[in-house]
């Protein structure tokens, strides 16, 4: 399992690592996740081409909305549809396209600075 460490700032839900083809948050291993700075959630990812806002709604319903949302693709970059783009920025949120480890690992980094932001991370 790799691990990393959390930075102290950083309130809320953070991956602290990789195992078994998963994210490691506090004490659950998940294949894909859906993050807020409240909480993170299992989530029944659509292939990457499906890929809506409804998939997101989660995120999307936060309050205030996200700064940004991370999305990471898997175990490599590949971006999605333009329609989700576009969807994203009519609400006024910026979208941020990775493969998944480094989603994750951005997640924490930004969240050590208490940025307000959503991340959706596909299977590794």
Do not use: K, N
């Amino acid at each position: 399992m790799a691990r990393f460490e959390r930075d102290a700032a950083a309130e809320g839900p953070v991956v602290s690592g990789f195992s078994g083809g998963g994210f490691v948050v506090d004490e659950g291993v998940y294949r894909a996740l859906l993050l807020t700075p409240l909480r993170a959630d299992e989530w029944a990812a659509p292939a990457l081409a499906d890929l809506a806002p409804g998939d997101l709604e989660t995120l999307l319903q936060l309050s205030p909305a996200p700064e940004f949302l991370i999305l990471g693709t898997g175990p490599r970059l590949t971006h999605p549809a333009r329609a989700l783009r576009e969807a994203l920025e009519a609400r006024g949120i910026g979208l941020e396209v990775m493969d998944s480890r480094a989603a994750a690992r951005a997640w924490g980094l930004l969240r050590g600075e208490e940025r307000w932001i959503a991340a959706a991370l596909m299977p590794l």
